[in-house]
């Protein structure tokens, strides 16, 4: 059964997360929230669609792989409204992609963080160009502030990263005792920035339910905030 949950202008759309955070589906879509786009993931064949509905055709079709051509599998997609684009995040390789369908999108370079900024590269134009972020980890369990410009996911052994999407790079690294939830928190919105209200969760030794403190982050900075 697929997971849809909507949140600050986000909506995810759960396919296979990693272990502790693990859910599963088939064949999912999930639809721009104009309606006219929706983005299709074929995970056998390891490729992605996006399809106008308003014409039903298929505009745009890619490959999940790496530059080595290591084919992934997506464990989670996400629509980022703020944004106007879709976000993938894989089980395989340490990425995170961003299609836009905003036709206003800059541009994007097929090549990484250090020479987008000078133009270096081939142009891509279209309409779901893939914007790729390289990861130092596979991380699962997104949330996004109310900008939607921040991105922030951990992985099992209690690390979390806070992505800036527009420079294609990590900002901030935080390391807990215990494996956090990025994707089940609140997100507090202030005039100058967003605090996550992050979710730890602290399993004992039985089966009783897990104990839970909330630690405040700040999205743009990742600092902690005290109060």
Known sequence: MQTLLKHLGCTLLSLA???LFAQTTASPNLVSENGRYALSIDQINHRVQAIDLHSNTVIRQLKLQNKEGKLATI????????RQSFIL?????AELWELSYNPKAEPVYQGWVHDYQ?????????LFAPRKTPLELALDCFTFDASGNYATGADQYGKM?????????????LQFAHVVYPCESTIE???????????????????????LQIILIDMKTGQRVNR
């Open 89 to 93: 995040v894989f089980n395989d390789i």
């Open 75 to 82: 464990s989670a997609l996400y629509a980022n409204t703020k």
């Open 189 to 211: 919105n202030t005039e100058m920035t967003s605090i996550l209200h992050l979710k730890m969760k602290i399993f004992g030794q039985t089966n009783t339910e897990p104990a």
């Open 17 to 19: 997360p990693l272990g």
């Open 118 to 126: 000078m133009g270096e590269g081939i142009a891509d134009t279209q």
């Open 161 to 173: 990263q806070i992505i800036n999407l527009d420079i294609r790079r990590k900002i901030a690294e």
